[in-house]
């Protein structure tokens, strides 16, 4: 067994980083008065923060030093008043927006779900459940600080680190330009970093994405792996994969954790460039107590802001991959979609034709090679043949989950490229081998199928079917409650209620693909009482490799590497002697 596909990343394409920033960040534009309404809070914080190095300085020079004490006591009474209401303002400020963020990361999320519901097949033919519930999960939670930081730290700490400096400027020149001198070190070591740690954080996401995975199908298929003893090995790949995970988390940490370094070693460098000037350049004559203080004070609200910003990009350098992955699905089109100007299809009779239909899965191996025929309405059409031959791509394209490369398939002679795919499937029902029920109560899984059945429609269809006896049998009856696909209930019991499902829908087209594959030879003959008379008066497509189920079949279809090869009732098709005459006798002997 290979888990190769786990150690696979996901190709990512290269997007704009500032567009993916500002895309994030329009989201911010829906709480404009909430936003609005913060910026004042933290304009007042800023002006507070400015005014607290003032107050001290004015405390040291104008009244300690000249001992009006009454004067001090006034001053520091303001401060203390206007310091006090910002402490309150500081948590009105956290309570809106932790609550803007929590509804922006929402809003994203569903907008997400809804759009993954809308694509194609194919799209989840190429990648594992757990790799998109990363993005789902993972990279959308990852991005609450950057929203949250972009209006709490980016806005007002540059307003901060402007005024600082005007302030400083305004003050003493001099001293200004000494104390900011490392400032062109720091943005080249910055922007160094940022080149050699952005690649990290992909990379680290991908490794997220791989892990998540390879753990979901692991708890999806803990019966197989117990099974067949192979614990070992799913442990020695997870361990694998563990070690990559952390490997890349390392390599991304390492690499982001030197901007604090930068920061610091700027900073320190600053404060001794600012004393040596003061002190040995200017002298201390030419400098006051309180204007050394106010400046160490400044000094200090200008790197902790820049401290504080260095953080928020490396924050962003982080999570960005996060949202980079988010809009690349979102940008993702569903290639089956409709067009412009689609039709809704009309109450379906029946007939479906294919027309030189050639379909390929990946533009190179043809599944289905210029295949062409007609169904009458109401007939029963089984698909027989090995493997891979294409009954299930018949199946599929009726249903319009892949479209064709070449011909048309027609339903009532309306092309269902044509008419809306929510107006084709409603009057479809779907059977497969893999029936899927949802956590839920029986009657929920049926009501699937039909989401305003009453309660009597849901009691026909499972009496149609014969779910009804055993349902009733279990101590809550139609309340029952399911675990995860159906746990608890015995295969043929979970296929009995998916065919309640399917008949409470009450379709026009009717596909069965393989549907009795599991069932027991005494389930079976259950359920074929019960599907019998679902059958009359629908056009009903039948894959089968139990060929005694089909026997009763308007038409059999033997299909092979891609092509209908014969084709006849099962009587007719016996008398050839052919490809079907050859497995109907197989199978017979071997029963």
């Given amino acids: 067994m290979s888990f190769n596909s786990y150690k696979d990343d996901e190709v990512s394409t290269e997007r704009s980083k500032t567009q993916t920033l500002k895309r994030l960040f329009s989201y911010l534009l829906a709480y404009k008065w909430q936003i609005i309404l913060v910026l004042l809070i933290m304009g007042y914080g800023v002006a507070v923060s400015l005014v607290n190095p003032l107050i001290m300085e004015s405390a040291t020079d104008d009244y300690i030093s000249q001992g009006d004490w009454q004067g001090l006591l006034r001053l520091l009474l303001f401060a203390l008043a206007i310091n006090l209401f910002l402490v309150v303002t500081v948590k009105l400020r956290m309570y809106i927006m932790a609550k803007v963020c929590n509804n922006i990361l929402l809003t994203i999320r569903q907008e997400l779900y809804t759009h993954i519901q809308k694509l194609d097949f194919a799209f989840f033919d190429s990648r594992p459940t757990g790799k998109i519930l990363s993005r789902i999960i993972g990279d959308i939670n990852s991005l609450k600080d950057v929203l949250s930081n972009f209006v709490t730290t980016l806005i ?75 614990q070992e090995e799913t442990e020695n790949t997870f361990d694998e ?52 203080i106010a400046f160490g004070t400044y000094l200090n609200m200008f790197w902790q802001p820049i401290h ?36 809704e299809m009309p109450p379906i009779r029946g007939e479906v034709t294919f027309d ?33 031959a294409g009954k299930s791509t018949i199946v599929n394209l009726i249903s319009r989950f892949y479209d064709v490369q070449e011909g048309v398939v027609a339903v009532d002679g309306h092309d269902v490229k044509k ?53 009733m049998k279990l101590e809550k009856g139609y309340d029952t409650e399911l675990t995860e696909r159906g746990g608890g209930l015995s295969i043929g019991q979970r296929q009995l209620l998916a065919f309640a499902r399917t008949m409470v829908s009450d379709p026009k087209i009717l596909i069965l693909d393989e549907a009795t594959s599991s069932i027991d030879t005494k389930t ?11 059958l009359a008066g629908r056009t009903s497509f039948v894959i089968a490799h139990r060929l005694s189920t089909i026997q009763k079949a308007d038409r059999i279809f033997v299909v092979d590497d891609g092509r209908i090869i014969e084709e006849g009732n099962a009587e007719e098709l016996m008398a050839k002697k052919g490809v079907y005459y050859r497995l109907y006798m197989a199978q017979f002997h071997a029963s």
């Avoid at 504080?308 to 979609?337: C, H, M």
């Avoid at 050639?358 to 089984?382: C, H, M, N, P």
Wanted: glycine residues 6%.
């Fill in 524 to 534: 079976e003959l259950l359920v074929q009482e019960g599907i019998e008379h679902l």
């Fill in 419 to 471: 008419v809306s795919i929510e107006s084709l499937r409603r009057q479809m029902g779907i059977m497969t081998q893999d029936n899927f029920l949802f956590s839920g109560t029986i009657r929920e899984n049926i009501r699937y199928g039909k989401l305003n059945a009453t309660e009597e429609e849901i009691v026909a269809a499972a009496k149609a079917v014969n779910a009804h006896d055993f349902i």
């Fill in 356 to 388: 030189n239909v050639t379909f390929s899965y990946d533009d190179k191996v043809k599944v289905l090679d210029d295949v062409s025929f007609r169904i009458k309405e109401g007939e029963t059409i089984a698909l027989v043949g090995p493997t891979g």
């Fill in 156 to 230: 007002p700490d540059m307003l901060t680190v402007f005024a600082v400096v005007a302030i400083m400027v305004a003050k003493n020149p001099k001293l200004a330009l000494a104390s900011l001198m490392t400032i062109p070190f720091m943005t080249a070591g910055i922007l160094f970093i940022q080149i050699k740690a952005h690649p990290r954080w992909q990379l680290f996401r991908k490794k997220s994405a791989n892990l998540n995975a390879f753990i979901h199908e692991d708890m999806a298929g803990i019966r197989i792996i117990q099974s067949f003893h192979a």
């Fill in 241 to 292: 994969l563990l070690a990559e995970h952390r490997e890349s988390f390392y390599g991304a940490v390492r690499m982001s954790d030197a901007f604090g370094s930068v920061i610091d070693l700027s900073w320190g460098v600053g404060c001794i460039l600012l004393y040596f000037t003061g002190i040995v350049v200017l002298g201390v004559e030419h400098v006051s107590v309180g204007t050394f």
């Fill in 308 to 343: 504080n910003l260095s953080n928020f990009y490396n924050q962003l350098v982080t999570n960005i991959a996060g949202a980079e992955r988010i809009f690349e699905i979102l940008d993702t089109p569903p290639a089956i979609a409709d067009a412009d100007g689609v039709k």
